[in-house]
């Protein structure tokens, strides 16, 4: 099998869609196609059937999806292990996180980088999808949670108490609410994941049946735009909410789950040294803002 034939093949058998495919890839829809076709013709079997929604795996696709797996493994081992002994502050490093954590800490961490190692390009990705450094699609991943994998090194850069919080003007116009209320006659800003879990909805471990949800959000820094702006009530990283100047209700209550930061990259890459310098810059900002 022919590499870069097999990039293609999973690519299009991970995103269901030629264009997706082309996206994760970076080439165009021609040339998955092409490939696809290629792959198949040397194989002598057909891998993909094209339905209503997107193309999915015959049997035989299914069987050298088992082998295409391992090429790549075998091939991502290869280039993070070469990488692993590079010594060259310069190249790419790709680093994926929050918005909320790119912009308080690891755009200063850039900018500190660049200052010193003007030949090392950082690419910085804040989708909320998780992306897996095992298969290079990142370099350094600032998560919220440690990860599970052994390949993975984690280092916590911070495990921060969650407090509810308004904004000054909210509270002069609406008051504070009542701890046994329900949040009646309140408006509330919940982080979606949690609305869409089985799990009853909650602030600092208060039912909410009784307020009014006006928005759920994926992001924490759209949460904190709508609280600093006055719209809502909610759940909030005490030193960020510090810093936006909101108001923390009830302090001596806080959310059961704190909230952690976690630094991950992979065992090879670590020593990479134009990696191990935006290790050491994103450490420093954490440190140096007190967090």
Do not use: C
């Amino acid at each position: 099998m022919n590499w870069d034939d097999t990039r293609i093949f999973l690519a299009l058998q991970r995103e269901g869609t030629l264009r997706s495919a082309a996206r994760a890839a970076g080439v165009d829809q021609a040339t998955v196609g092409r490939r696809v076709a290629a792959l198949e013709h040397s194989l002598g079997a057909t891998l993909f059937l094209r339905t209503s929604q997107g193309y999915v795996l015959t049997p035989a696709g299914e069987n050298a999806l088992r082998s295409a797996e391992k090429m790549e493994r075998f091939a991502n081992d290869l280039v993070r292990q070469a990488q692993g002994t590079d010594a060259r502050l310069a190249g790419e490093v790709k680093v994926t996180t929050t918005d909320t954590l790119a912009l308080e800490f690891v755009i200063p961490a850039i900018a500190r980088l660049h200052a010193e190692h003007s030949d090392v390009q950082v690419t910085l990705n804040t989708s909320t999808q998780l992306l897996n450094l095992a298969r290079r699609e990142a370099d350094i991943a600032i998560r919220n949670q440690k990860p599970e994998n052994p390949d993975l090194v984690a280092r916590r850069l911070a495990r921060w108490s969650v407090g509810l919080y308004a904004s000054p003007t909210y509270l002069a116009q609406r008051g504070e609410p009542r701890p046994m209320d329900g949040f009646t006659g309140h408006d509330l800003v919940m982080w979606e994941p949690f609305l869409t879990s089985h799990v009853v909805p909650t602030l600092v471990g208060l039912p909410i049946d009784s307020g009014r949800v006006v928005a759920s959000v994926n992001s924490s820094l759209m949460l904190r735009a709508m609280i600093r702006m006055g719209r809502a009530i909610g759940e909030v990283p005490v030193p960020l909410a510090e810093r936006d100047g909101l108001v923390r209700i009830w302090p001596d209550r806080e959310r059961a789950r704190h909230y952690e930061v976690w630094l991950v990259t992979h065992q090879d890459l670590r020593h990479t040294a134009r990696v191990r310098a935006m290790i050491d810059k994103i450490v420093d900002v954490f440190k140096d803002q007190e967090v």
